[in-house]
């Protein structure tokens, strides 16, 4: 029972991932009806935020310290980073380490921009291009990004640690009745998955109780016929798509210290973000969500030891398989609706 | 017996009874419209006839089979060819092209590898397809890719492609809705023409009063989701039950 | 001729004539100036490369070409047809007619499963259900199916390998009875030195001949069914076609293409990796399609060997080239182009490839050829006004 419990913690935070990249997906679909294969690059530049700003944050100046010296008998050259010269030794040591919660302010502009400028510069130019069209365009880019970020950072994965109050676990079984330490659960995944519900939360009640929100739903419905209404659809949908970058580089700052960041987690979690969609529904946003935790959970069930055991390799392809399944049984995915994208 | 058998269908959409006990008989080398106003539950029974739909009892047969829950490709294989509301044709393909492709369906079935062999050494469905444009006056288009015709000879060029077939029973599905009052003449000439040169049984799902007159032999009424009669055009027109079903719609 | 109308077979005479005088046309400057070895590609490393992917994208334009299906997956049918080849080679012999032929089937067995799943679904779903098969089959290739695979080593064949039919004295390389595919024949001629390989050789025959088969399934009425299905799947089934078994006769002959491709590839160098069914492996053959031109007979032909060639210059160039190529500007320009030009050159081919590819789809969505069309039209339309009198000649 409580290696039960572990699992789906486990899968919690990784379907909590799926879940934002799919939302972001399923946002820029419904409503721009564009499929976009760079999507997970978005999820990637947002992980690479982190990584810059930690690395501005440990920019460093080099003073000679006279009174000390190597070991080679010269005078000790003392690395200090500016940000501790600036805010005194403690507060800058403890605003390196909060680097990577820190990197949300950065990321959310950043991102909003980038996707900004992406729906405007390329994007736009393809809504009437037929989506093979769109699928091509936005796969080059993807590859683009991937490389520049192979150029810039290297294809090494690069370690972005939580602040040091995240580091432990904690004992979640404690608290529901089990063993002491049979439910060790690593604080920053938990931290991970409450960011994340809030995130969810966030967008849902943007859609659900503004009125933008509502004009974006009823977009996503019947574009033409709110088109007709007098609505500038395009500016709003230029939002969405900021929104939907900004949603997918969050997801990407606050999941590196659980999976280091390099060139290509972008198609990683592409490809699977993609199954993910497909499962949940084309178009249905609680079907992305939903999907999202559902093949998490799957996926950390599967890569159980006992489970590997009695099929080897089931942790690899689980997500594929339940994916072949659905559709199989279920065309349309979960909660997907008649119709979408189905030409 | 009617080439087209339809026997107490019925079909519920939630509460909304849609269709509730239809009988309808097509007679072989007739042409039988169904009419009725908005709502009446024109679509749904189209929507059965072609293997869509699954009525919730009652049976379809055609030519002594029944036609439910079967595929499009099935349906067309056992003699039924459809007209669509906006002509469906292949754009991207020639004139030529689009009216051999119905010859080898109707020669190879619903599936034939010939990967090897080339369309325009079949000397048979060459000719088949010549003869059939040379008889809706479009040979000298046959080189046209079909996305370029006008609207009128999209029409005509699908009508070519159900009727190269052979078709034991062609289905219009409201041939004229939307066209302007030239192409709806166009249209209704064309399928009189169709009709007294190959003698072929239609079956015409229409809500234009104007079209279903000038073309029908035998007429359906339907108004929610039941035939209210059934007579030939000339006993319709006075008949009391039917202006009431329009009423308000019989003007426009 | 050979089944063929006056002007396919044209094209196919020319397809031939470049495939077996590649050695020669390819290497236009004298073999040891600067020119020549920056830009000769008249090698046989290079050349099978050109003949081997040309005979993928040909594959893969039976599918994406004709039926409008865009699959993303299409290298894992290249990495399971290298599988298989190197394990006739470990099993049997060096011998490459078991080996390319178990590569075909192997990967026609694999593209009919993966087909009849991923074709129950069209558009970008397909697009995605292909990408998610290519993806799982390179996760497993690395994982547990390590005792097939070798996982990261990659697969090889090794002196204790069983190689049943091996007798003593056969070639310890691949070979075709005997004729092995690394012998060559050089012949020198002033400055120039061809170079001609067994290995290519083969490679392009089996070139010629799917391009051969590619031209007549193009003009069949199977290839002219594929085409009614991308234009109006709607009509296709109302005219009592089961549109199901047409798609996936497509998807399998485009994936045997494939595995012939990987075959042919481990026939060249006996070993593979799971590499070759990475998702930018799958990205590749989508451009050389896309840059040839999709749907056309000479597009993919023309796409892989130029995205091959292109691979070769610039994954070759590095910056002390490039320093020698800017030597007449001034320092300061000279540094700043090479700085520029750095990041997509040598390792940065791919940031290349990926712009490249960005590039033919928003400007020239129908690919060389097309764009070749234009080109001509635009002079034609030249000669037709400056002869604006002549009577016009109606369009076929």
Redesign the interface.
């Known amino acids: 029972m409580d290696a039960f419990l572990l699992q789906i913690l486990n899968g919690l935070d990784k379907g909590a991932a799926y879940a934002l990249i799919a939302l972001g997906l399923t946002l820029i679909f419904g409503t721009l009806g564009v ?1 976009n294969f760079a999507h997970g690059a978005l999820f990637m530049i947002g992980a690479f935020c982190a990584v810059t700003l930690q690395r501005i944050l440990s920019f460093s100046f080099t003073t000679i310290d006279e009174t000390r010296t190597d070991f080679l008998g010269n005078p000790l050259k003392v690395q200090t980073p500016y940000v501790e010269s600036w805010f005194g030794p403690e507060l800058g040591a403890a605003i390196q380490d909060w680097s990577v919660p820190l990197a949300i302010l950065m990321v959310i502009p950043v991102m909003f921009l980038f996707g900004w400028i992406m729906e405007r510069g ?1 994007i736009k ?1 393809f809504y009437t ?1 037929p ?3 769109q ?3 936005t ?6 990004i ?3 970020i192979k ?1 810039f950072f290297g294809a090494n994965p690069i370690q972005t640690p939580a602040p040091q109050m995240f580091l432990g676990t904690i004992d979640v079984g404690s608290w529901l009745g089990f063993d002491r330490g049979a439910v060790a659960y690593p604080m920053w995944r938990l931290v991970y998955f409450m960011f994340s519900l809030l995130i969810i939360a966030a967008v849902f009640a943007f859609l659900q109780f503004t009125t933008f929100g509502m004009v974006v739903r009823a977009g996503m419905a019947d574009r033409e016929t709110v088109g007709l209404l007098g609505i500038d659809i395009d500016k709003r949908f230029t939002f969405m798509f900021g929104l939907a970058a900004a949603v997918a580089g969050m997801a990407g700052v606050m999941y590196t210290p659980i999976l280091s960041p390099h060139y290509n987690i972008g ?1 990683d979690f592409l ?1 699977l973000s ?2 993910v ?2 499962v949940g529904g ?1 178009g249905s946003l609680p079907g992305a969500v939903l999907a999202g935790f559902l093949l998490g959970i799957l996926q950390s069930f599967a890569s159980m030891n006992e489970v590997k055991a009695l099929i ?2 089931i942790d ?2 689980i997500i ?1 398989l339940i ?2 399944i659905i ?2 049984t279920r ?1 349309r995915g979960l909660m997907g609706r008649k119709g979408v ?3 | 017996m009617g080439i087209l058998e339809v026997k107490g269908v019925n079909k519920r959409f939630g509460g909304l009874q849609a269709l509730g006990n239809v009988n309808l008989s097509v007679a072989e080398n007739t042409v039988h419209a169904i009419i009725g106003p908005n709502g009446a539950g024109k679509s749904t029974l189209l929507n059965v006839l ?1 293997g869509k739909l699954i009525p919730d009892s009652g049976s379809v047969m055609f030519d002594g089979q029944s036609v439910l829950g079967r ?3 099935e ?3 056992m003699g039924i ?2 007209v ?1 509301q906006t002509p ?6 020639t004139v030529f ?1 689009n009216v ?3 010859c ?3 020669r190879d ?12 050494h ?1 000397k048979d469905i060459k000719a088949q397809a010549e003869a059939m444009l040379a008889d809706v006056n479009m040979l000298e288009k046959s ?1 046209m890719v079909a996305s370029s015709l006008s609207r009128g000879d999209k029409r005509r060029l699908e009508m070519a ?1 159900c009727l190269v ?1 052979d078709p034991k029973l062609l289905l219009l599905d409201e041939p004229t809705a939307g066209m302007a009052r030239a192409d709806t003449e166009n249209t209704i000439a064309l399928l009189k023409e169709i009709r007294t040169k190959r003698g072929i049984t239609m079956a015409i799902i229409e809500h234009d009063m104007n079209v279903v007159f000038s073309l029908a032999e035998r007429i359906t009424v339907l108004a929610q989701g039941t035939p209210l009669v059934e007579d030939t055009p000339e006993n319709i027109k006075g008949h009391p039950k039917v202006r009431e079903a329009y009423l308000g719609e019989a003007q426009v | 001729m050979l ?1 063929l ?1 006056k002007s396919d077979f044209k094209l196919f005479l020319i397809v031939c004539l470049l495939a077996l005088a590649a050695p020669i046309l390819l290497n236009p400057f004298p073999t040891d100036s600067a020119l020549g070895q920056s830009f000769n590609a008249g090698y046989p490393a290079l050349m099978q490369r050109f003949v081997i992917f040309g005979i993928l994208v040909i594959g893969f334009n039976i599918l994406f070409g004709l039926t ?1 299906y ?1 699959s ?1 997956g299409h290298a894992a049918f290249l990495g399971v047809g290298s599988y298989a080849a190197v394990w006739m080679f470990k099993l049997l012999s060096y011998n490459v007619v078991p080996a390319i032929l178990l590569s075909v089937v192997v990967a026609g067995v694999f593209s009919v499963v993966i087909g009849y ?1 991923s074709l ?6 397909f ?3 292909t ?3 290519a ?2 089959s390179y ?2 290739a690395y ?3 390590t005792p097939i695979t070798n996982g990261e080593t990659g697969l090889q064949v090794y002196n204790n390998d069983p190689q049943i039919l091996m007798r003593a004295g056969d070639p310890t390389v691949p070979h075709l009875f005997g004729w092995r595919m690394n012998d060559k024949t050089e012949l020198s001629m002033g400055g120039w030195n061809f170079v001609f390989e067994n290995g290519y050789y083969l490679a392009a025959i089996f070139m010629i001949i799917s391009f051969y ?1 590619a031209i ?2 193009f ?7 594929l ?2 299905i ?3 799947q ?10 199901k ?2 798609m996936l ?1 497509a998807f399998v ?1 485009s994936g045997m293409y494939a595995g012939l491709a990987g075959g042919l590839l481990a026939a060249m160098d006996p070993l593979t990796g799971a590499e070759r069914m990475f ?2 492996a799958s ?1 590749e053959i ?2 050389m399609a ?1 840059l040839g031109g999709v749907g056309t007979l000479i597009g993919p032909v023309l796409g892989a060997g130029l995205i091959k060639y292109l691979e070769n210059i610039v994954s070759k160039i590095n910056d002390s080239i490039l320093h020698s190529w800017f030597a007449f500007m001034p320092d300061w320009l000279d540094n700043l182009l090479v700085g520029i030009i750095h ?1 997509f050159i040598g390792k ?1 081919w ?2 290349t ?3 490249l ?2 590039a033919v ?2 400007f020239l ?1 129908g690919g060389l050829v097309q764009g070749g069309q234009k080109i001509g039209a635009l002079f034609n339309r030249k000669k037709k006004s400056d002869a604006a009198d002549g009577a016009t000649k109606p369009a ?1």
Do not use: C
């Open positions: 499929v390329l130019h291009r989506h093979a069209d699928i091509l365009v796969f080059g880019l993807a590859i683009v991937g490389e520049l150029y198609m490809v993609f199954v969609v497909v084309m080897p390799g690899q392809i594929y994916a072949i559709l199989l065309p994208m189905e030409n | 072609v595929k499009p490709h349906i067309n294989q060819s459809r669509f469906e044709i292949f754009s991207d393909l092209e051999m492709i119905p080898f369906a109707k079935g619903a599936f034939r590898m010939h990967a090897l062999e080339s369309v325009f079949e080189h492609m077939q | 089944g109308n409008g865009l993303f799943v129950r679904r069209s558009g970008i779903y697009s995605i259900l990408l998610a098969f993806q799982m996760q497993l994982s547990v199916l088969l007549r399934i003009r069949s009425p199977f290839g002219m069914m085409r009614a991308k234009s109006n709607t009509r296709m089934s109302y005219t009592g076609l089961n549109t078994p047409y006769a002959i998702w930018t990205g989508v451009v896309i990041p940065g791919h940031l490839l990926g712009l590819f960005m789809v928003i969505p076929e």
